[in-house]
């Protein structure tokens, strides 16, 4: 009962990983479901990877789209490596400007600066329900957006949480191999998290 009444304490560590792990996997939806991040990637292909710590997190932008990897079998791109969590931490939650080092792909100035407007627009539909209506999306697209960025983050960090945060861990400790299924907006939308042979998962669609 205690674990119940003890709110976690998250570590910069754990910010990290929600951070890389958690938020940049909103960069899939971000380019299937909004017309004018398309139009920054337009036909640019390339990896971009940051890293921190022990930490990596990959995106790559190919055909208009973006697949979140925490694992890449091969040479990115860009490589952009914080130097401590709390840089990073800073930097994703704005309370802070500390630009990350480039070990690969500065002269990448397109890349880079592409991947600096999506980034601009993520945060704006994470933020705000109606962000996006200044990057050209109608309210109702922008307000439809928010619902599946948030949807997809809140998914990510649980199985970050459960698998890292001690409170959260000791909660699901001897459940077993389970799946949870989630649908959002009258089926619209829908997702699972599951831990199979000990390993967690999410996705989005049915389990």
């Known amino acids: 009962m205690s674990l119940l009444l003890s709110p976690p304490h998250p570590t910069p560590e754990l910010l990290a990983r929600l951070h890389l792990h958690a938020v940049l996997a909103g960069f899939a939806d971000l380019l299937k479901y909004a017309g004018p991040a398309r ?15 022990g930490l990596s997190a990959n995106l790559v932008f190919a055909q208009g789209r973006c697949r979140f990897l925490r694992d890449f079998p091969f040479s990115p791109q860009v490589v952009l490596r914080f130097l401590s969590y709390a840089q990073l931490n800073k930097q994703f939650t704005g309370r802070g ?62 199985t970050i949480l459960i ?41 989005r669609g049915q389990p």
């Open 39 to 53: 139009e920054v990637l337009q036909d640019r292909r390339f990896c971009l990877r940051l890293e921190v710590g």
């Open 163 to 203: 698998e890292k945060e001690t409170y959260a861990r000791a909660l699901f400790e001897d459940s077993g191999d389970w799946v949870a299924a989630f649908s959002v907006a009258e089926g619209s939308m829908d997702a699972w998290i599951a831990r199979r042979a000990g390993v967690l998962a999410w996705g």
């Open 97 to 158: 400007f500390s630009l990350p080092i480039p070990l690969r792909g500065a002269g990448s100035v397109g890349h880079l600066r592409a991947f600096s407007k999506l980034s601009a627009m993520l945060q704006a539909g994470l933020v705000e329900k109606h962000g996006l209506v200044a990057f050209g999306l109608t309210e109702a697209a922008a307000r439809e957006l928010h619902l599946r960025l948030t949807f997809s983050v809140a998914l990510a960090a649980s």
